[in-house]
């Protein structure tokens, strides 16, 4: 499943910004009831609720494909595949029967990169929940570590949680290139209506703190 390009004016494919119109409602959802429903973002990890840096933010990175993302309170430890435009101009997702795989979007930058690194994953597919079932969970603070073709590892925390409407998305500010190296990190929430899947998207947002180098 995907979002077609039309009614983005002004947005070339293949640019970070045209991702924004492509990852709305990207996730697919068999029937939101295989182990029930995912953990919500709680008010207190919303963007504004807080100082909006844990800790100084970390030096770029070169570019280099993420193979690896390792979320510790979530206990994450899944592959990473790039993911592009579908023949019908949607973003392609991971494959549907993979519960635990995350996709990067490989037209955008790399994590660890300055700007805005995108990764995408299912919140549940047909046999159960699926890799990033739990975003609503996170904390601000908690951990997020990429592993990357190179060798290296590009470490990041949250700096927030939110959970937005797909009618009222923030495309902008999800996906607008950051001056500094971020990370967000998109599934399904926002409640589930019976019929037409998941009313939202969970986001979170985290900026890159270190890095180990290969």
């Known amino acids: 499943m995907g979002v077609r390009v039309s009614g983005q004016s002004g947005r070339r494919l293949g640019t970070p910004a045209l ?21 919500t973002p709680s008010v207190a990890e919303a963007l504004g609720a807080g100082p909006s840096r844990h800790a100084l933010t970390g030096i770029p990175m070169k570019a280099s494909a993420p193979t690896r993302v390792r979320i510790p309170a979530l206990d994450v430890d899944a592959p990473v595949t790039g993911v592009g435009l579908d023949t019908g101009g949607h973003l392609a997702t991971p494959p549907d029967d993979q519960r635990n795989l995350a996709g990067w979007y490989r037209d955008g930058v790399t994590p660890g990169q300055t700007g805005t690194a995108l990764l995408v994953g299912h919140v549940d597919i047909a046999s159960g929940p699926a890799v990033f079932y739990g975003l609503g969970a996170l904390h601000r603070g908690d951990r997020i570590d990429v592993a990357r073709r190179d060798g290296s590892t590009a470490y990041f925390l949250a700096d927030a949680i939110e959970v937005y409407p797909k009618t009222a998305f923030p495309d902008r500010q999800v996906f607008g290139q950051a001056r500094d190296p971020e990370l967000r990190l998109i599934t399904c929430g926002g409640g589930y209506t019976e019929g037409e899947g998941y009313r939202g998207n969970v986001v979170v947002y985290a900026h890159l703190t270190g890095s180990r180098r290969a």
């Open 19 to 39: 991702a924004a119109a492509l990852v709305l409602g990207a996730w697919l959802v068999h029937d939101g009831s295989t182990g029930g429903l995912p953990p």
